[in-house]
């Protein structure tokens, strides 16, 4: 045989950075999750400007990254969001008009991270990933303790972090533990650590969709389906039902049945428990004027035409901090548009979707676009922004070093050529090509 067939491709060793290692960067962003998903009710309480616990640790480890140079700057999304923030500093310079100074310094702070990518190897990718899944673990059994609590102990008695802890150390302006219905006794599971039921939910159908991803894990698929639905909030359903089409069309063959598996079982256990009744129930209540759904899915189109109503309001806005948010939850581009004109508002959902789309979790990137522009106030809210910045945006996926790349095209080339040339050898082999046992023949020396 010759030595071809013998032969091992070459596989380029790994560069040290590419291997995966528990670093100050990865221990880091393990912290920046552990606090998001468990600390996010929590502010570090500076008298008159509160600021939440997981902004502060975030902008700490960037920080880090940044003095370590494991951070790049994306050109694109550099150019996109600085022509929406050069646009809405302009419409409040001539707006003429009082602003919030703290809001519009909110906003730049916020957005400015999402022009920085970490560029991981894949198995780093799944590493981080796999941070957020375990910790996710924890939020989705609160959601059970929490309904276990109330069959055990009465609708209404459930364990809450707002008995623990002192108000002032958490986020104000959220609806903690709100009932199903109003004068219903019921209350709607937060998982304990989340904002609200819609905040638990969106993170459980994010853990739910990485899952059903990278990992095919079909028990921590029912545990964050299980906590999914026992939340019965709407957002997290919505996120799954349009990440699936994306999913399908990977042809994840796995992932599909162990999505259909899951939601068959989901379905079932729904509609028996008396959820799909509430859930259905959460979409009625788009007619009533003092429902959340109307507050956030109708009213934010209502302000958003009664404001432009006045043309000049079309450029200017109200001025950042400015919109009515009593009995309305502002979609962000509705509150950009209100505050800071139209041209900043479509400028704004551009320079998300550049951020956004396009990532390594597609899926997720897709669900959480919808879900975050157009279901909820969500413009300023830290945890939300947190969570694409982390989910989504920030993490790009790299080849490993040293690498060779070649087009498929280019590869069956080099193996026609090369069996070309092992059949050019042939002949000159002889008989011993043909019989391998047989006595090679040696020339006779000759003699000097």
Known sequence: MTDAAHAIPYV???????????????????????VLVLLQKFVLPIPGAPISLPLVTLYGWLAYMLLTSRLHVSYPRLLMVGVFFATATISQVIANRPISLLSYLELLLLYSPFVLVWKVTAQQHLRLMSVFQDAMLIGAAMVFVQLASQAAFGLGDLPSLEKFVPKFLLLQGF???????????FIRPNGFFFLEPSFASSFLAAA???????????????????ALLGTVAATGILMVLIAGAPLMLARRGRAVVLAAAAGALGIVTAYYSGLLEHLTG???????????????????????????????HLVTGLGAGNAIENG???????????E????????FLAAMGTCMLGTANAPLALALFVAFNF???????PVSVIQILLLVSFLAIRAPRFAVHRPAGAARLLSRARAAALSQLAPRAGRHAANPTAPRAVPPRRLA
């Open 12 to 34: 380029p060793a790994a560069h040290p950075q590419d291997l995966v290692r528990r670093d100050l960067a990865y221990w880091g962003f393990a912290a920046q999750i552990v």
């Open 175 to 185: 609806n903690y533990a709100p009932p199903i219905a109003w004068g219903d006794a």
């Open 208 to 226: 739910l969709l990485i899952e059903l991803m990278f990992f095919h894990r079909m028990s921590r698929v029912l545990v964050y389906g299980g």
């Open 282 to 312: 959460r979409f009625a209540e788009l007619g009533l004027r003092n429902s959340s759904g109307f507050q956030r899915l109708v009213a934010p189109l209502h302000q958003l035409s009664g404001v432009f109503a006045d043309p000049a």
């Open 328 to 338: 309305v939850s502002l979609w962000p581009i509705a509150k950009v548009m209100v």
């Open 340 to 347: 800071y004109g139209a041209l900043p508002g479509v400028l």
């Open 375 to 381: 279901t909820g106030g969500f413009l300023l809210n």
